[in-house]
């Protein structure tokens, strides 16, 4: 059973700086690649970041390119998303997901499991 526990949610000020982790298993790290999306309110789920399995290759949704940044600490089993220049556009629930890395997509429907979310207010 993969679980994914999000957290470093909260309120931030437009221009601030919010970290998010995502807590997982080694093996999970090790095995999968590691994504993280967005949902705003009354919008379909969008891609924000990936990370692949070994850790050398990112992917980046063109709204958060030079703004956010993904990675991961191997120790601690925890995949981050270092978002800064927030802007309330970035306003939404955010999920950690993972996706077996022989798919290349980066369409929610090409992940497997999911985290719970966590949410992200950025004031104007």
């Known amino acids: 059973q993969v679980q994914l526990v999000e957290s470093g949610g909260g309120l931030a000020q437009a221009g601030g700086s919010l970290r998010l982790s995502c807590t997982t298993s080694?093996?999970?790290?090790?095995?999968?690649?590691m994504g993280w999306f967005r949902q705003a309110p009354g919008k379909e789920r969008e891609f924000v970041a990936r990370?692949?399995?070994?850790?050398?290759?990112?992917d980046y949704a063109d709204s958060v390119k030079g703004r956010f940044t993904i990675s991961r600490d191997n120790t601690k089993a925890t995949v981050y998303l270092q978002m800064n220049t927030l802007k309330p556009d970035d306003t939404a629930i955010y999920y950690c997901?993972?996706?077996?890395?022989?798919?290349?997509?980066?369409?929610?429907?090409?992940?497997?499991?999911w985290g719970q979310g966590t949410q992200v207010t950025v004031s104007s």
């Open positions: 990370i692949s399995w070994g850790g050398l290759n990112f």
């Open positions: 997901a993972v996706q077996r890395p022989v798919i290349t997509g980066l369409s929610p429907l090409s992940f497997d499991y």
């Open positions: 080694e093996r999970v790290l090790s095995l999968y690649n």
